[in-house]
């Protein structure tokens, strides 16, 4: 960490975005070593949290190499001062969502770290799309008959939520059939619209799909098919095998559901290393060893604990974003693929995002969200919804 953001430097960083922990700030001056950087600051949380230099670390040394080292971004870590963040919080308070609020910014934190902005390292003729796929499995509980086995996480949280989750279901996203893949595009673009499922932005403003088509003919001087972004996704999804890899990590390092991951929590709680490098490793190699996909319970005290951490790890997949960068040019900053669209060239480029390790300890409170969503399923009325 060679720089030092102090009062001085927070007129150049403007609210993007947040989520509940982390707060994300764009660059607009002209510092070379910020130009096309986004910052991620902490919010203030009750939870023991992990250090920035963890967080950092953590991605580098677990993430990347199991993910895939193309699929993550350069990430680096930068000091940060008391008076920088105050100046920060005040300034921007007036542009973050009111539901969000109530969570200010750690002004005590010491460091942040640095991501490229997506947002505005596009080429002229580009869009940027958000995907928050969710869950690509069903999981798989020890009682037979458990609604689990039918309906999807997603659609019954929706339910949960109040949420009709109409047509869409995200397995479709994850099922390598191009006609439930469109689907699943076609509901959330047009008949079943999602916010946090999907967005897309062009020059780093975002953009609604209501006003895609007029949008996209001026962007890219050319007419295009009325369904051409659900095309372009589609196209992309069925290429890249971003998708497989996160649905095959959600559930190989989540075999045993939460409800025995619960049990072996309670078993061993207060024993459980969270910020040990070290200790991630050592699952990671434990994890890439094992049989998967077997009916086998752990025996003994350092299985159950691999699956309590293998867990946690399958939290973090399920919870990310994916975030498809796509133009008509080729992509200078990345790694990139193609697609063809009516005999046009597509050039993108995938990455997630939001990989950081979850808490621990958050442990039960997985386990009452996902008790509370599936008394909910079992005692209302889901029209006989099966999830494929």
Not at 252 to 265: A, G, K, P, V
Not at 341 to 358: A, E, N
Not at 377 to 382: G, Q, R, V
Request: hydrophobic share 35%; net charge negative.
């Amino acid at each position: 960490m060679t720089h030092s953001l102090d009062e001085l430097d927070a007129d150049d960083w403007h609210y993007l975005g947040e989520g509940n922990k982390n707060l994300v700030l764009r660059y607009t001056g002209t510092q070379a070593c910020y130009v096309g950087k986004v910052l991620r600051l902490r919010k203030v949380n009750e939870e023991q949290e992990s250090s920035v230099e963890f967080d950092v670390l953590f991605i580098d040394s677990i993430m990347r190499p199991i993910i895939g080292s193309n699929y993550v971004l350069p990430i680096t870590c930068i000091k940060t001062t008391r008076p920088f963040l105050l100046k920060i919080a005040l300034s921007i308070e007036e542009n973050r969502p009111l539901t969000r609020r109530h969570k200010r910014i750690n002004t005590e934190s010491t460091s942040a770290y640095l991501l490229t902005d997506l947002g505005m390292t596009q080429t002229s003729s580009h869009i940027l799309f958000e995907l928050k796929p969710k869950w690509g499995f069903k999981p798989r509980p020890y009682r037979e008959g458990h609604i689990k086995r039918s309906v999807c996480r997603y659609c019954m949280h929706m339910h949960y939520r109040g949420l009709h989750p109409g047509i869409y279901c995200p397995l479709d996203l994850y099922s390598n059939d191009s006609s439930r893949i469109r689907r699943a595009l076609d509901s959330l673009v047009n008949v079943y619209p999602v916010d946090k499922t999907l967005k897309a932005s062009m020059g780093g403003i975002p953009f609604s799909f209501n006003d895609r088509v007029h949008l996209l003919d001026n962007h890219f001087d050319a007419p295009l098919s009325p369904h051409f972004m659900e095309l372009l996704l589609e196209s992309i999804i069925m290429n890249d095998p971003i998708l497989n890899r996160l649905r095959y990590l959600q559930s190989t390092l989540d075999e045993l559901d939460i409800e025995y991951i619960h049990t072996l929590y309670q078993k061993y709680k207060g024993h459980l290393v969270k910020d040990d490098i070290g200790v991630w490793e050592h699952v990671i190699e434990c994890y890439e060893r094992r049989e998967k996909y077997t009916d086998r319970l752990p025996s003994t005290a350092e299985e159950e604990k691999q699956r309590i951490y293998e867990y946690v790890l399958s939290m973090t997949f399920k919870d990310c974003s994916v975030m498809i960068y796509t133009s008509t040019e080729p992509i200078d900053l990345f790694t990139y693929s193609t697609v063809i669209i009516d005999d046009r060239t597509y050039y993108y480029s995938v990455k997630l995002i939001d990989i950081d390790l979850k808490d621990l300890d958050k442990i039960p409170y997985w386990f009452n969200l996902d008790q509370s969503i599936v008394r909910y399923a079992i005692h209302t009325p889901l029209n006989n919804k099966h999830c494929v």
